[in-house]
């Protein structure tokens, strides 16, 4: 068979350029002066805000607070959304509109706007909208697979 040593690439694998790609910040690393104690999953986070800092420099994580966790059901007939608004006055101020493929949230902090796209078309009409126990919640009927086509009339002159 031979040595098992020589068939994994494991052992033929340059460590040294390895480390230097991951700016050296490697895992299971002694505790640093900065205090992560040896925490063998605190690199991976510091690594990854790292790489987003220098990928997005402009971009403020406050920039992106006046967005609204939401979730998304996808049921047979319908499309149910969840939005978390903890604030009742900030949910009292928000403008809901709809098209058939996404939901727009307007009125937030700053003259923001988040829009939620939905996962199958739906028929904006039939939507339902409650605000209760901090959760904006939505209930649209899906638009019909069978009937694509709307009936318009024509008018004649």
Not at 71 to 97: S, W, Y
Not at 132 to 146: A, E, F, P, T, V
């Amino acid at each position: 068979m031979g040595d098992s040593k020589n068939n994994n690439s494991f052992f033929d694998m340059n460590w040294k350029q390895f480390e230097q790609f991951f700016n050296g910040k490697m895992p299971f690393s002694t505790p640093s002066p900065g205090g992560d104690n040896g925490d063998p999953v605190s690199w991976v986070e510091g690594y990854i805000k790292d790489v987003l800092n220098r990928a997005l420099p402009n971009v403020e994580v406050q920039a992106l607070k006046h967005h609204f966790h939401s979730e998304i059901f996808d049921t047979h007939n319908n499309i149910i959304v969840k939005i978390h608004i903890p604030d009742k006055l900030q949910a009292r101020k928000i403008r809901l509109m709809l098209n058939p493929y996404q939901i727009r949230l307007e009125g937030l902090a700053d003259d923001k706007t988040q829009t939620i796209r939905l996962s199958s078309q739906i028929v904006p009409s039939s939507c339902k909208a409650i605000y209760k126990n901090d959760i904006l919640q939505l209930h649209m009927r899906k638009q019909s697979i069978d009937h694509p086509y709307t009936d318009v009339n024509i008018r004649f002159m």
